[in-house]
């Protein structure tokens, strides 16, 4: 018994290290066709348009973000009654107005205003403020900023918002520099088709293959068609989820997480093929120089000023991002 034990355990790891030699020499040649990747580099993503510094998701907001440098603007995307399509990110709107009403149950017309000042939800005590705290339309929003890269998060598996979404993206021509994302793999299958030369971000779902393939030592011979990996960074789960500060059910939670995901073999191998790993939602210089410390290539923040000082102060230790496919 213990013979044929280690016998298998032999053939397992054989196995094991023959797949990953064959990774290792065939990665060059092997480059399967995948979609589009984005066409830039996205070092600064403004979250909600950087509600630490106006109201979120507003047009305030995004010409805030804009005007501090923001590669990239990451907005949330809803369907009212009467089937308009606005950027908002919550669908009861208790948090952000003050008035627990559903937004999908109203007409666009009749939707509140943002509270003003609200506070920041990834920066608990801190509130924001601004002139604007309307929720707008996402039709006004592309009109408004056109060839600016967005980055949009579909809340809802809803197919009505889905199409509208990308039909908005067709008419205003603005496929390449759109990025669809959620953590819903059934919802980004339904975006991918409503849409398919979008680039799209990985769901939970796919990132956890990701991991199984990196750790098989198959990952080099699967294509990959995602654009972009957004994920926490490790460190900031204690901070976030957890009510205890410093809990140790926080450190140990944020310690294994690091050390899964946050492989430099595997962060290099995501670079090369084009996909950039941008963390979230970050909002302070410790944890920026986390990020890009790990291997990051962009940062997803509340306080897009912030962020902008850091950038210009400290030169990236992360290569540039091909813009291949894989």
Not at 1 to 12: H, I, K, R, S, Y
Not at 49 to 59: D, K, L, P, S, W
Not at 159 to 169: F, G, K, P, R
Not at 267 to 290: C, E, K, M, P, Y
């Amino acid at each position: 018994m213990a013979a044929a034990v280690t016998a298998a355990l032999g053939m397992t790891l054989g196995l094991a290290v023959g797949l990953a030699a064959a990774a290792r020499c065939l990665r060059p040649r092997f480059r399967p066709p995948g979609r589009p990747r984005l066409p830039f580099r996205a070092r600064l993503v403004a979250h909600r348009g950087g509600a630490g510094e106006r109201i979120e998701n507003t047009i305030e907001a995004f010409e805030n973000a804009l005007a501090q440098g923001a590669d990239l603007l990451e907005l949330d995307c809803r369907r009212t009654r009467d089937g308009v399509v606005v950027v908002s990110h919550d669908r009861r709107l208790l948090r952000q107005s003050g008035r627990d009403l559903d937004l999908t149950h109203i007409d666009f017309q009749d939707l509140p205003p943002y509270k003003s000042p609200l506070e920041v939800t990834f920066a608990p005590g801190c509130l924001s403020s601004g002139s604007d705290r309307r929720i707008p339309r996402l039709d006004d929003v592309f009109r408004r900023f056109p060839g600016v890269p967005m980055s949009i998060e579909i809340k809802d598996d809803d197919d009505d918002l889905i199409n509208q979404v990308a039909a908005l993206v067709r008419f205003y021509d603005r496929a390449p520099i759109t990025l669809w994302a959620s953590f819903q793999e059934p919802i980004l299958r339904k975006c991918r088709a409503a849409h398919p030369t979008m680039p799209y971000a990985f769901s939970l779902r796919r990132g956890l293959l990701l991991l199984l393939l990196y750790y098989s030592g198959l990952l080099p011979f699967v294509p990959l068609g995602e654009s972009v990996l957004l994920f926490l960074l490790p460190a900031i789960i204690n901070r976030t989820y957890f009510p205890i500060p410093q809990s140790w059910a926080g450190q140990l939670l944020g310690k294994v997480v690091e050390a899964v995901t946050m492989r430099p073999p595997l962060l290099r191998h995501l670079r090369s093929r084009g996909i950039q790993i941008i963390l979230w939602v970050l909002n302070d210089d410790r944890d920026f120089a986390a990020a890009f410390a790990a291997g990051a290539t962009g940062v997803v923040t509340d306080f897009p000023a912030r962020l902008r000082r850091y950038l210009d102060t400290h030169p990236s230790p992360t290569a540039a991002v091909a813009g291949g496919r894989g």
